[in-house]
């Protein structure tokens, strides 16, 4: 019999998960399909019950749903109570474990290029869901200063004071200045635009966007001239990897997981009239 995993959200259309999970269930020989299940807010109850009805093994869960899926399931992991969003849940013989590995995908992809965040000033763009787990990750990473940036100041207030840190209001924005800048809006999204004005990065080290289509996207252009860069996928890759895991109880193969996703962009890049 074939287990099924999967990615719950809306829209789903665009996700690279299925290309980067079904490449490791496929090396490792597991019998199990990764779809995309497009759940629009008010089906959500619904979906949620219908993974135990189905026996999903598993689904990855992404915007709008992270916060909403919490009260719908059975256990959610301390990390992912904390941070208040939930990306992964896992069927156990009938029970829904909810966690999060998105702060683990931040941490690793600032790791890997060799980025300290220990005693860190680090400056975040976005109040919304993607960053809670930012915020969370750099936390735990041991930043010695997070200041949160908004459009709507009052949500930037509001998350600053739940973890403890700094929000500044939008208009000051021109005068931000730290060791790393993470860009956690969709701002950018399919677009060559920036939430941020360029001259600001002269004040930072380390620019990091989550956003990956473009894979350079406006932000990491403006960047590079001042920064050393990290692009959108490499969260995406190390939160995955970390779902494979809890999905499978097995080690992924994380480079062939990267080659697929690299792959895939470059095809949505050419689609779109991004790239070269």
Known sequence: MYRVFGIIGDPVSHSLSPVMHNAALRELGIRAV???????KEHLKEAI??????????????????????PLLDYVDEVAQKIGAVNTIVNREGK???????????????????????????????AGGASRAV???????GAKEII????????AKALAEEFSCKALPWEELKKAEGDIIIQATSVGLKSMESPVPSEIFKNFKVA??????????????????FCKIIDGLRMLLYQGVEQFKLFTGLNPPV??????????????????????
């Not at 350079?216 to 252009?221: A, D, E, N, V, Y």
């Open 96 to 126: 829904l474990w909810g966690y999060n590995t998105d702060w683990l995908g931040v941490l690793k992809a600032l790791y890997e290029k060799g980025i300290e965040i220990r005693e860190k000033r680090v400056v975040i763009i976005g």
């Open 255 to 276: 480079n062939l997981m990267e080659k697929m996703l690299y792959e895939e962009v470059k095809k949505m890049e050419k689609e779109l009239g991004f790239g070269d």
């Open 34 to 40: 990764y779809g995309a299940f497009q759940v629009k």
């Open 208 to 225: 990091m966007d989550i956003v990956y289509l473009p894979l350079k996207t406006k932000f990491l252009q403006d960047a590079e001239k």
């Open 148 to 155: 949160l940036y908004n459009r709507t100041f009052e949500k």
């Open 49 to 70: 019950e219908g993974i135990k009805a189905l026996n999903i093994s598993g689904v990855s869960v992404t915007i709008p749903h992270k916060e909403a899926v919490i």
């Open 135 to 141: 915020v969370y990750a750099l936390r735990e990473g």
